[in-house]
């Protein structure tokens, strides 16, 4: 749950902007204050992941309420009536989001667009990579004003190390072209061949004046270029307009690759992910788990309740195995009344305990109709093992399921065939 405060003395204001929030961003609580002595009695007794502030209160007319919001760390957006020199003056030298103004209606959406965007980047991480370390420093501390996570590099040999060991946490890279080892443009070069454009966001940086620079960066897959000097503003500006656009293009592959009813994935994104996480079990030699959980007798709970409790106990089973395995672990549903599973990093020992505490809650499982009491089990064959493609650890699965079906249900069976 995300936590802002909004200081304005106008009430009009506070509600518009209370009301464009909560629209905009889920999760989120709403505190309002009209006065700096109303904020002040609020920042005592809570914590706030961001905060926007009108420069003129009744008791503050000189901005005061900015740097008490500052003073907590907080981000603060800046509301005001108009924007001239002085306005932003304030925001260069105070650690400032940016500002709106608030005559405008229309900017409204924009204070929330740009709030969502602040708290998102708690949790998003950003390298720049620049051989100079004012430079580097410099857009390093913009960033840092954004409540950006920071990463720093001096060379595009150092950046790929980071990213390396920060496997898919880094949503973007601002690239420097003039460096010793590689240049920006065989470093985005690199990133292309690696990193998806809709995964991994690169923001070319330059100060040469070669024609056809920019074009060429974005030929070799950058998703947007800066030339040197900027702006903090157009610094600003680029950085949350792409980190914008990778999660939207997020959101669109999350809602492709979940099942409606279940909310888990689906068989699709199972194989993708699947395969990825085979290629780094060849690479590191540690065996993987597969594991094909199937609810017993499902046609009979369709049959005797109808669909509609058929779909209760889909949505149960999912909810069930999500409580049971790790946030490492890929969980999907594979069909109709089959769901899958692949763990890493466990022993055959951690396998079976797993597996057979899953079977055990199923057997334990008790959920209320109005008129009756559903109960089901569920089979499990797994897979455990170190080699093969994903596809024959599939296969291995499913033929101990059958076993574990053909013997009586409500059972687990494991195959490890190369151990």
């Given at each position: 749950?995300?936590?802002?405060?909004?200081?304005?003395?106008?009430?009009?204001?506070?509600?518009?902007?209370?009301?464009?929030?909560?629209?905009?961003?889920?999760?989120?609580?709403?505190?309002?204050?009209?006065?700096?002595?109303?904020?002040?009695?609020?920042?005592?007794?809570?914590?706030?992941?961001?905060?926007?502030?009108?420069?003129?209160?009744?008791?503050?007319?000189?901005?005061?309420?900015?740097?008490?919001?500052?003073?907590?760390?907080?981000?603060?957006?800046?509301?005001?009536?108009?924007?001239?020199?002085?306005?932003?003056?304030?925001?260069?030298?105070?650690?400032?989001?940016?500002?709106?103004?608030?005559?405008?209606?229309?900017?409204?959406?924009?204070?929330?667009?740009?709030?969502?965007?602040?708290?998102?980047?708690?949790?998003?991480?950003?390298?720049?990579?620049?051989?100079?370390?004012?430079?580097?420093?410099?857009?390093?501390?913009?960033?840092?004003?954004?409540?950006?996570?920071?990463?720093?590099?001096?060379?595009?040999?150092?950046?790929?190390?980071?990213?390396?060991?920060?496997?898919?946490?880094?949503?973007?890279?601002?690239?420097?072209?003039?460096?010793?080892?590689?240049?920006?443009?065989?470093?985005?070069?690199?990133?292309?061949?690696?990193?998806?454009?809709?995964?991994?966001?690169?923001?070319?940086?330059?100060?040469?004046?070669?024609?056809?620079?920019?074009?060429?960066?974005?030929?070799?897959?950058?998703?947007?270029?800066?030339?040197?000097?900027?702006?903090?503003?157009?610094?600003?500006?680029?950085?949350?307009?792409?980190?914008?656009?990778?999660?939207?293009?997020?959101?669109?592959?999350?809602?492709?690759?979940?099942?409606?009813?279940?909310?888990?994935?689906?068989?699709?994104?199972?194989?993708?992910?699947?395969?990825?996480?085979?290629?780094?079990?060849?690479?590191?030699?540690?065996?993987?788990?597969?594991?094909?959980?199937?609810?017993?007798?499902?046609?009979?709970?369709?049959?005797?309740?109808?669909?509609?409790?058929?779909?209760?106990?889909?949505?149960?089973?999912?909810?069930?195995?999500?409580?049971?395995?790790?946030?490492?672990?890929?969980?999907?549903?594979?069909?109709?009344?089959?769901?899958?599973?692949?763990?890493?990093?466990?022993?055959?020992?951690?396998?079976?305990?797993?597996?057979?505490?899953?079977?055990?809650?199923?057997?334990?499982?008790?959920?209320?109709?109005?008129?009756?009491?559903?109960?089901?089990?569920?089979?499990?064959?797994?897979?455990?093992?170190?080699?093969?493609?994903?596809?024959?650890?599939?296969?291995?699965?499913?033929?101990?399921?059958?076993?574990?079906?053909?013997t009586g249900r409500n059972k687990v069976v494991i195959t490890s065939p190369t151990l």
């Amino acid at each position: 749950m995300h936590h802002v405060l909004i200081i304005d003395d106008s009430s009009f204001v506070l509600n518009v902007v209370e009301k464009a929030l909560t629209k905009e961003i889920a999760q989120l609580t709403v505190h309002k204050a009209k006065s700096l002595f109303e904020a002040n009695a609020l920042l005592k007794t809570n914590t706030y992941h961001a905060a926007i502030v009108d420069i003129n209160l009744p008791d503050s007319n000189q901005g005061e309420a900015i740097d008490v919001v500052l003073l907590k760390n907080i981000p603060a957006i800046i509301l005001t009536a108009n924007i001239d020199e002085s306005i932003r003056k304030i925001v260069l030298e105070k650690n400032i989001v940016g500002f709106v103004a608030k005559s405008d209606p229309n900017n409204i959406s924009y204070v929330a667009s740009l709030t969502k965007r602040v708290l998102n980047n708690y949790n998003t991480t950003v390298l720049v990579v620049d051989d100079f370390k004012s430079s580097r420093s410099f857009i390093a501390k913009q960033l840092k004003k954004l409540h950006l996570n920071v990463l720093e590099a001096s060379s595009a040999l150092e950046a790929i190390e980071i990213l390396k060991c920060h496997e898919n946490t880094i949503s973007m890279v601002l690239t420097d072209y003039e460096m010793p080892d590689m240049n920006g443009l065989e470093f985005t070069f690199y990133l292309r061949q690696n990193y998806r454009k809709d995964s991994l966001g690169v923001i070319a940086i330059s100060a040469t004046e070669e024609i056809g620079l920019s074009t060429q960066f974005l030929k070799y897959g950058a998703n947007d270029f800066l030339h040197k000097p900027f702006t903090i503003e157009e610094l600003t500006v680029r950085v949350n307009s792409n980190l914008e656009l990778l999660e939207m293009f997020h959101e669109k592959k999350e809602l492709a690759s979940r099942d409606f009813l279940s909310g888990l994935y689906n068989r699709r994104y199972f194989i993708e992910h699947g395969h990825l996480i085979v290629k780094k079990m060849i690479r590191n030699e540690f065996p993987v788990a597969v594991a094909i959980i199937d609810i017993d007798h499902f046609k009979r709970i369709n049959d005797t309740y109808g669909h509609d409790v058929g779909d209760l106990a889909i949505q149960a089973t999912a909810n069930m195995l999500e409580g049971c395995l790790r946030k490492s672990d890929l969980l999907a549903r594979y069909g109709g009344e089959e769901f899958c599973m692949m763990m890493e990093n466990l022993t055959l020992e951690q396998v079976e305990h797993v597996t057979e505490k899953i079977r055990h809650q199923f057997e334990q499982f008790r959920f209320k109709l109005p008129t009756d009491t559903l109960t089901f089990t569920v089979s499990i064959g797994v897979y455990y093992g170190k080699s093969g493609s994903l596809e024959s650890m599939i296969t291995v699965a499913d033929e101990a399921l059958y076993t574990a079906k053909d013997t009586g249900r409500n059972k687990v069976v494991i195959t490890s065939p190369t151990l």
